[in-house]
Structures are given as structure tokens and as C-alpha cells.
């Protein structure tokens, strides 16, 4: 299936480091969300992005939804030990029909974030 | 509001079995989605349904099916369960299209 390209894969940091991820696709998109998964659990919204060139912030987090609606990244500032997990990027499209609409959402491949206290 | 549940969150089960998971969607969300996910293949997307309807689907086989009930809950079936299908069944909910998603804790599917 589809994946869109995000990086980097893994990172280790330092507590109080400033983190930063991307996603890129060679498809645009409507809508660009990140999630946060813990071990075992689903993936949590941080942040959704609805237009091209928005820059939103939850928080420590900063997220921007690029001018060509293929890219996004997530900064994180001041890391802590709780951010710790997977962070995912995901693309949404809308496919309008007669009958309605319907969303297709496509994931990044995740950054692993360890974060050393 | 309380969010997506989802059950059981653990099974095991055995090749050639089938196996029914649930989903309960966020008070007022009629639009379901459910995933696997795996080590190797990431988040991958198996279908939608809205209103009792299955509006979008994913590249899995027939092996997989779901269906949607009047009062949106969603349930999904793998028939003729194999190793491969060992993975982590994510289920989403959203008031309609093209509503932000959100997730459950998921289903543990261990297949031995």
C-alpha cells in the first residue's frame, strides 16, 4: 500500500533538545495530521493542518502545512522523556461522488523519538 | 465525550480460523475506518463505512470484511485467518468526510 516519505526514521536526543520531522508525498493534499503512538495503543491527534502555508501549535509542538501541499513537518521544542514514542504524519484526500464524499487517509512509514533524560 | 473503543483489545487465535473484531465510534461519529498495522507495512487502510455503507476500500483481500450497524458501531471479520495477519487492527471514527479521524487503543491480533 501507499506510505508517504517521512524522516527521519529514528532519532535520539538529549531532554531539552528541540525536535524536527518531515513528510513528504508525490501527491497533494487536503488536510495534513500527526500522531503520536505509544506502545500498544492507537495513534493520538496532536495536530491537523487545513490549508497550504498554515503554521499551527499545540503546546511545545509546531506543525506547517507546506505551500505545495505535498510536505509537512512537525517541530517539538524542549523534549521531555513523555515524548517519547512514534510520531506519524498522514495525508488526507477527499473524493467527492454523487452519493457524497469520502476521505482517503494515507500514514508516513513514523520517527521513532527516544528521548534520554 | 468518551473515545473509541474498541474489543477485545488481545487475541489469539490459530491459521484457518476467522475472527470478528469491534468497534464502538466517538458519540456522534458515523464514519468508521479501519486499519492494520504492522512492523514492516506501517498503517494500512482497509476500508470505511458510513451510514451502514462501505464508501472506500482498501488493497486487501475478500478475506477481510467489515460491516456498519444503525447506531454506527462497526464490526470487522477475517475469515481464513494466516501468520501474515498477525497485526495491530486500528479502528477510526469521524463525524463525516472529511472530518479529522480519530483512533482507538486497537486490537491485538496474535494468529499462531
Known amino acids: 500500500g501507499q506510505q508517504l516519505n517521512q524522516s527521519p526514521q529514528s532519532m535520539f536526543i538529549q531532554e531539552g533538545e528541540d525536535v524536527s520531522m518531515n513528510c513528504t508525498s508525490s501527491s497533494i493534499f487536503n488536510t495534513w495530521l500527526w500522531y503520536k503512538q505509544d506502545p500498544g495503543e492507537g495513534p493520538v491527534l496532536l495536530i491537523a493542518?487545513?490549508?497550504?502555508?498554515e503554521l499551527t501549535s499545540n503546546g511545545r509542538l509546531t506543525a506547517q502545512f507546506g505551500i505545495t501541499r505535498k510536505d509537512s513537518f512537525l517541530n517539538i521544542s524542549a523534549s521531555i522523556p513523555s515524548d517519547v514514542g512514534i510520531y506519524f504524519c498522514?495525508?488526507?484526500?477527499?473524493?467527492?461522488?454523487?452519493?457524497?464524499?469520502?476521505?482517503?487517509?494515507?500514514f508516513g512509514t513514523g520517527t521513532k523519538l527516544q528521548v534520554i533524560p | 465525550k468518551a473515545g473509541v473503543t474498541q474489543t477485545p483489545r488481545y487475541l489469539i487465535k490459530t491459521r484457518g480460523q476467522q475472527v470478528t473484531l469491534s468497534c464502538s465510534p466517538i458519540s456522534g461519529h458515523r464514519s468508521v475506518s479501519w486499519y492494520q498495522q504492522t512492523p514492516g507495512q506501517g498503517l494500512q487502510f482497509l476500508f470505511e463505512?458510513?451510514?451502514?455503507?462501505?464508501?472506500n476500500k482498501g488493497n486487501f483481500p475478500g478475506r477481510f470484511s467489515g460491516r456498519q450497524f444503525s447506531n454506527s458501531r462497526s464490526e470487522m471479520n477475517v475469515s481464513t485467518l494466516e501468520l501474515g495477519d498477525s497485526a495491530l487492527y486500528l479502528c477510526?471514527?469521524?463525524?463525516?468526510?472529511?472530518?479529522?479521524?480519530?483512533f482507538g487503543p486497537g486490537t491485538r491480533l496474535t494468529v499462531l
Open positions: 498522514a495525508g488526507q484526500s477527499s473524493t467527492i461522488m454523487n452519493s457524497g464524499g469520502y476521505q482517503k487517509v494515507t
Open positions: 463505512y458510513f451510514s451502514e455503507t462501505q464508501r
Open positions: 493542518l487545513y490549508k497550504a502555508g
Open positions: 477510526a471514527s469521524s463525524p463525516d468526510y472529511p472530518d479529522t479521524q480519530y
